[in-house]
């Protein structure tokens, strides 16, 4: 009877552990979900700087402030390519995915298609999630 109660307790205790661990576990998965930021770069072309005239109503039409104040806009910024002068690269980063999804329901989104039909772009896009620099790479970032 004693080695079935002890049995019994050790069962109990192990469960609570595991629990306990996959409760741990769990929480941790979510800050990490939290905590990693989206990052898209898309890649405008046109032709006869229609890219940069694109990139400059964006800006100058207050559509890249209005995006710059949306609710987990991390970065909004035009970049000129050096290999490309009909290129530009946009860097869009956002908190999490809601808050691009949020961004995609906004009006914004008819005024951004509608200046890329304006301007004949044709896009590439590619999505980053963020990660920590590993300390090996460290010596190699100047700050």
Known sequence: MKQALFILSAILLLTGCIKNK????????????????????????????NAWKF?????????????????????YEYYQSLDDPETILLIDSWASQEAIDAHHATPMMEVIANLREKYDLHMTVERYTSAETPESENRFIRK
């Not at 990139?55 to 970065?75: P, W």
Request: hydrophobic content about 30%; aromatic content about 6%.
């Open 55 to 75: 990139a400059e109503e964006m800006m100058f039409s207050g559509t890249v402030a209005a995006i710059r104040a949306e609710e987990g806009n991390l970065r």
């Open 22 to 49: 996959y409760e741990r576990v769990q929480e941790q998965n979510q800050e990490q979900k939290q905590d990693r930021s989206i990052t898209v770069n898309i890649r405008y072309t046109g032709t006869n700087g």
